[in-house]
């Protein structure tokens, strides 16, 4: 299990970090030639189809992935079901996208819909071939085709904003980003769909996946509403600067728990049964993942004004203080995340559905109490609302792992008091530099020497784990 893990992690990690470094590379470069009212347009569309996404994939994903047997015919029912609600989901965003136009007053946004609107029935498509790979622990073949793809469609999308087709390279990167992946999913997994619906393939399917998709909804909703509420109330540029702010913010966190996550969910689900297992592993990712999020994410925030500046141009400039408030918001989801996962693990998603519509109901109260007081207090009442869904998360884990409150304090509170005391050590000799350039590098590199010196000294795990990781490569 261990050797299956640490490879599984490991070419998951690889996709990871290849596909959002280029992600990330490519978005900066188009962010540099578009403006954030052409993010704001393409926002509008994210928001809609997030949550179309979860619908119709009802949780097949991840039933496919946890049951102990899967056999084609497994398969198949989930590849036609998935692929005929992506057709009516199309066809209901078309004959509904002048609606959406007019209610946001954003007349471009009715052509947009109708087109970039495929994008749904592609990956859906391609949901039963990616299911299977993940299941085979096929990492290794899912990072190069995510790599190659990403290249492509980012090189694509790079050179339709330079010539000045703004939002339309966005669209045209997602829709051959799609394609191509689904296209090479079937080709790399060689699994093709057999004309066989099995009833009881599909109630065993949804006996998993309905909660899970129910709670998927209401996560997405819930992570969607601010970009519906900052739309609706307020102006395009607005709703860019938020929705870049987010995706800058949570990059980090949020990709290093995918990927350890993504890895391990296949293998945790082989050993349901072990308790003591999972909630030791739980702990370790957890630890292991801070280790790297929380330290990166706060040299962020703490030089946000500077990244910013050498990075984009002035007219992103407004974007700091949301950067600042969101990159500390986005490492909950570190924890949260593990938490999701053991809860799919041990096949408690009625009960992960119960925690995350408690989660909600509370963030959704908060959101309503802060809206009138204007953006920036909104994200203060994001960022509270974060760390209360880790509280939250570990009451309803705690009787079912035994994973507890302290659990988590002992493996995220130190990494995290040295990361701030290195950062903040690190930036404020370096801030007397005048070269913005210099004072980047410098607070970059004293930071990490001081973590990593400071962590080494504390006997920290995480250091001779990743170096001997590396070695062993």
């Not at 998935?82 to 954003?106: K, P, V």
């Not at 689900?269 to 739980?282: E, G, M, T």
């Amino acid at each position: 299990m261990l050797s299956d893990a640490k490879r599984s992690v490991f070419w998951s990690g690889v996709q990871q970090v290849t596909v959002f470094g280029l992600q990330l590379v490519t978005t900066l470069i188009i962010a540099r030639l578009i403006t954030p009212e052409d993010y704001g347009i393409i926002a509008m569309t994210i928001v809609f189809f997030s949550i179309a996404q979860v619908i119709l994939d009802f949780g097949m994903e991840g039933a496919l992935i946890q049951k102990k047997e899967c056999k084609q015919e497994d398969y198949d029912t989930a590849f036609f079901f998935s692929t005929a609600m992506s057709l009516l989901f199309y066809c209901g965003f078309y004959l509904a996208s002048g609606w959406i136009a007019g209610f946001f007053a954003i007349p471009q946004l009715e052509k947009v819909i109708k087109i970039s609107a495929a994008v749904l029935v592609i990956r859906a498509i391609g949901i039963a071939p990616y299911s299977k790979m993940q299941r085979e622990l096929r990492f290794r073949n899912l990072a190069r085709i995510s790599a190659a793809v990403t290249l492509v469609s980012g090189a694509v999308a790079i050179y339709m904003a330079y010539k000045g087709f703004a939002y339309w390279a966005l669209i045209a990167q997602t829709l051959l980003s799609a394609a191509a992946m689904t296209l090479l999913y079937f080709a790399a997994s060689k699994w093709f769909p057999r004309f066989r619906i099995s009833g009881k393939s599909f109630r065993q399917l949804v006996s998993f996946g309905f909660p899970m998709m129910l709670t998927s909804l209401i996560n997405a909703v819930y992570n969607n509403l601010y970009t519906l509420v900052i739309g609706k109330k307020f102006d395009k540029k607005q709703l860019g600067l938020f929705n870049r702010a987010a995706t800058f913010a949570g990059y980090v966190p949020t990709n290093l728990s995918d990927f350890s996550q993504r890895a391990l969910f296949p293998i945790f689900s082989r050993y349901q049964d072990d308790l003591p297992l999972l909630r030791q592993q739980a702990v370790r990712t957890m630890h292991l993942t801070a280790f790297l999020a929380v330290p990166l994410n706060l040299f962020f925030l703490v030089n946000a004004s500077d990244i910013i500046s050498l990075v984009l141009k002035d007219r992103w400039i407004d974007i700091v203080p949301m950067i600042r408030l969101l990159c500390a918001a986005h490492l909950s989801y570190i924890v949260c995340n593990i938490h999701m996962n053991l809860f799919k693990a041990i096949k408690h998603t009625d009960r992960l559905f119960i925690c995350e519509t408690t989660k909600k109901i509370l963030g959704v109260i908060i959101l309503v109490v802060t809206l009138p007081m204007g953006i920036m207090p909104m994200i203060w009442g994001l960022l509270a609302f974060n760390f209360i869904n880790i509280v939250i998360g570990a009451l309803f884990i705690h009787p079912l792992v035994g994973l507890d409150l302290k659990d988590h304090l002992k493996s995220l509170v130190p990494t995290t008091a040295v990361a701030i005391a290195s950062v903040l050590a690190a930036y404020y000799p370096a801030s007397l530099i005048e070269n913005i350039y210099a004072r980047v590098i410098t607070s970059g590199i004293t930071a990490a020497l001081l973590f990593l010196g400071v962590s080494k000294l504390m006997k920290d795990e995480a250091v001779p784990f990743f170096l001997g990781y590396f070695r062993r490569r």
